[in-house]
């Protein structure tokens, strides 16, 4: 856990190595490895969603680091670090459901990774991933660590936190 600590920077995130830049999917790395070892205590949480709210862009999707385009794979990122140090609220949910769902191909039903484009199997994932963490009712609760759905991490035994 020390070395997961010694690339945090002093804007709340947290980079690949000591000194690296911020970014929100490595973020999420280094927080689930705090969470799932029991040192999610050792973040500033306010600090680190102040970094992660800050990814919210004017169409309401969030990016991975400033100054570039919001992407869904982001909606996972972002938001399952925020659930994990509590502070998923800070954000306009509904900006960034209606992100998300601007992003779906109206006759495939993919997900893909801004408007537009080209659904794919990665960004789906994200994007329902996402949603889940929102509060979306048709979808089943994923774990924002494990990125798997609760009731799969209860079948296996695994304790949920």
């Known amino acids: 856990m020390d070395f997961v600590m010694s690339c945090y920077n002093f804007d709340g995130g ?16 280094c927080v689930g490895a705090l969470a799932l070892g029991g040192h999610l205590h050792r973040v500033d949480a306010d600090r680190l969603g102040w970094f992660l709210c800050e990814r919210q862009v004017n169409t309401g999707g969030l990016n991975g680091r400033p100054e570039k385009l919001a992407d869904v794979c982001y909606s996972w990122w972002v938001l399952s670090s925020l659930v994990m140090i509590k502070r998923v609220h800070w954000i306009n949910a509904e900006k960034l459901t209606s992100f998300i769902r601007a992003c779906q191909d109206k006759d495939d ?26 509060g979306e009712k048709s979808l089943k609760r994923i774990n924002p660590a494990f990125a798997l759905l609760d009731e799969t991490l209860i079948s296996l035994g695994i304790e949920i936190k």
Do not use: M
């Open 109 to 134: 039903g993919g997900i893909s990774d801004k408007p537009g484009n080209v659904a794919d199997v990665f960004h789906t994932f994200f994007g329902l991933g996402g949603l889940s963490l929102l």
């Open 14 to 29: 947290f980079g690949c190595v000591p000194g690296a830049e911020s970014h929100a999917a490595q973020v999420f790395c």
